[in-house]
């Protein structure tokens, strides 16, 4: 910047210096001026050698030899006075006047001083003092006040910390490794599915040995203009190796670390494809005893170029699985510090109704129950809270104000009702948690149900039992209402998609045998790789995907038809209570089998009113 101020400064100088010397040679070249009648008198005494003529000046000279101007009011008038023969005469059309020249002079002393700016550094200097910028601002200072995130922040991941604490013990005494001759690690790529702690981890290494931590997005690199992205990448390893030991964490690194083959768009492959060189290159030039150790973070690791995995870059990958049961109470426990908890709270309830919920859903989790209990003015966050913030974030908020009318009401009781008594009846399923027709996000009614472990398998009946679960809500419909409604679209789906996995990926039909005919998503891993397989196979496919689903729909019937009075104590219960919780189901459940008993006659009726909530 300085370098700037200094050549504007000079150019403003000089541009002065230049304009005040025109303006004094202008002065010094002035010749006396006559007046036009002097003139005149003159030219008429014959005491005229040579006229001049500039523009509307007119210098002359007279008998003595002295050279004069004067100005000529009309040059026409003049001209035709003149008698040109007689008198030595020539002409040149008028000259920028003074002011003109001096305001020429300084445009072009101020569209140089601006291209000097501009152009007065070598390129490549220009970029790198643009850069050197974008890479201190990298570095991750601590406002003041805020403590640094070490690995006491970090809860449920422990195989990945154990995996890391090396890195640790490797930036905080560099000379223990190469005392041996062992060469530093370098690259160590975190992946796992977005939230699970990624970001989280890198800080709380260079927290945990007290280094400099420079954090970068993959996205920060890929900017319009080609070529700036791999100066970048170059200015920060500069930066960062000048203050080693040191980390370097790059988040999302398949922004610039996409497979090299997957282009995206025009122009925007060739800049990734650079930047991606200059990151490679900056590696491998690390030395045995850099101390500059670089993360990367990705959820994509399956579209990752090959060449950031080979040895010396990120030869190190470690996997960030969301949390199980165990860690799920750790990582909300860590959170819980932050707020004000009520007496009633446990939290391992809480772990076990979150299966599948990253650390970054379980921060949200606490923070979303704070902000209710918040909103109801009370002194804590009470269980109750932690209840109404899962139902929200797993599926939106209730839309109270939605209006719904009588009849879609009832249908919606009649189907959740399906659903939860198949839920009810059926084996080998997760127990009912609680029954609702209020909308809440994009479903209308629902029935939840409770996962008692974390399940990372699923047996063929339990799936089944899943199944018809789904269809449980189309078959109330029809058998106590006698119609069948769109609202069943979700359900309908998911079966379909079930009884596909069942049969594609999951070899558990007996006809089609135990083959794998399209692979897993597996989760974050992504990629749908597609088996090749034959026109006759996919009919047959299509034809047991079918057989499955339409016997599980039979099963469903069958089980509402014979519990009819069941299905219709619960569904009307529902149209007066909105929701039901599992208790309440058991009250129902145990009333409509007495009555049903009663009614064949076998038995006394155990349950006349008081703990029935309803009519049946
Ligand atoms: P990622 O980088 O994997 O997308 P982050 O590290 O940004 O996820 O996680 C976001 C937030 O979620 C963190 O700031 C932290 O509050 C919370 N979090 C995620 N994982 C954990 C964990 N294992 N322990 C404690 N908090 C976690
Ligand atoms: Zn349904």
Redesign the pocket.
Known sequence: MARSFYISFATIIITCLGAFAIFIWHIEHRLPNVSYSEFVNSLEQNEIRKIHLRGNEVIFVDQHNRRLASFIPDIAAFMAELDASRIEMSAEPRPLALWQLIVTFLAAGFTLMIMAIAWGQPRSQRQEESTSEFARDKVVRLAPGEREVTFR?????PEAKEELQEIIDFLKNPKLFSRLGASSPKGIL?Q??????????ARAIAGEAQVPFYSISGSDFVEMFVGVGASRVRDLFKEAKKNSPCIIFI?EIDAVGAHRSLGSGVGGQDERGQTLNALLVEMDGFSRYDTTIVLA?T?RPDILDPALRRPGRFDRQIT?HP?DLK?RL??LA??ATLVELARDVDLAEIARKTPGF???E??NLVNEAALIAARNDKDGIYESDFHAAIERIMMGAERKGMVINADERRTMAYHEAGHAILARLLPNTDPIQKISIIPRGKAMGHTQQQQLTDRYTYNKEYLLNWITILLAGRAAEKIALTQQTSGAEDDLLRATQIATKMVCQWGMDDQIGPLAYSRAEEGFLGGESQMVFSEFTAREIDKTVRRLVTECNKIAHATLQSHRSFLKHLAETLLQTETLDSEELEIIFECSRTKKLSEDGTNTPLCESSSCLAAG
Do not use: M, Q, R, S
Request: charged letters at 15%; glycine letters at 20%; a neutral charge.
């Open positions: 922040d970090v809860a449920g991941i975190l796992g599915a977005p939230g699970t702690g990624k970001t989280l981890l988040d973070a959820n960030i949390p860690g750790k990582i860590v959170h990253t650390g970054a379980l921060a």
